[in-house]
């Protein structure tokens, strides 16, 4: 069974601009949540999506927003960059979201 | 809101046992569980025990849970160079029905030859 994927692997823009990062779960898997991960601030929770729903979202601006799909797959969405926004960003999934979770390899964004 | 913390290094010689240590502060999580990270990679999910057991084994890693003191253990047998790495526990999800993991700052595994 594959794992979880992430497109692309490594971004670089510009403050101001924005970027969509994309997550593909597991097959047969309907949860999907995101996380950022920087040196200072460790791995935070953005938000998770269940059947096109987002059911959870974390402590962070609106600039930072998602999606899901029906087949599943989610993205997300950071409008107006900015330098603090650089970071490794990470999708998990799981079958319901209430139990193990998978992670994929992650983006890497490099805001300049 | 919920706090964990781990220690930031660790090492050991190769051979010798590895043990990581995790304390939080919230008891409402279903699941506790240890993520392993290599530089520039995810995280992978190494072994995780329910919140009402007291201890996990799965080949060379024994998962210990102390509900009373809140302390959470990875201990990893005859360790070995490829087990250098960040090694990360993680609660959740939560009992009021919240969907995300809490992550610890994760612990700096290096392994001596």
């Known amino acids: 069974k594959a794992g979880v994927t992430q497109t692309p692997r490594y971004l670089i823009k510009t403050r101001g601009q924005q970027v969509t990062l994309s997550c593909s779960p597991i097959?047969?898997?309907?949860?999907v949540s995101w996380y950022q991960q920087t040196p200072g601030q460790g791995l935070q929770f953005l938000f998770e999506?269940?059947?096109?729903?987002?059911?959870n979202k974390g402590n962070f601006p609106g600039r930072f927003s998602g999606r899901q799909f029906s087949n599943s797959r989610s993205e997300m969405n950071v409008s107006t960059l900015e330098l603090g926004d650089s970071a490794l960003y990470l999708c998990?999934?799981?079958?319901?979201?209430?139990?193990?979770?998978?992670f994929g390899p992650g983006t890497r964004l490099t805001v300049l | 809101g919920e706090d964990v913390e781990q220690s930031l290094f660790l090492s050991v010689r190769e051979g010798d046992s590895s043990v990581i240590n995790c304390t939080y502060t919230?008891?409402?999580?279903?699941?506790l569980y240890w993520y392993k990270q290599e530089p520039g990679a995810g995280l992978q999910l190494l072994t995780y025990?329910?919140?009402?057991?007291d201890m996990k084994q799965d080949q060379r890693l024994t998962v210990l849970l102390n509900k009373k003191d809140k302390h959470l253990s990875l201990r990893i047998a005859d360790t070995q160079t490829g087990d250098s790495a960040i090694y990360f526990c993680?609660?959740?999800?939560?009992?009021?029905?919240?969907?995300?993991?809490?992550f610890g700052s994760g612990t700096r595994l290096l392994v001596r030859p």
């Open positions: 025990i329910f919140s009402n057991m």
């Open positions: 999506y269940f059947s096109e729903t987002q059911r």
């Open positions: 993680a609660l959740g999800p939560h009992r009021d029905s919240s969907y995300k993991l809490i």
């Open positions: 919230d008891s409402s999580s279903t699941y």
């Open positions: 998990a999934s799981s079958l319901g979201g209430q139990d193990e979770q998978f």
């Open positions: 097959s047969g898997h309907r949860s």
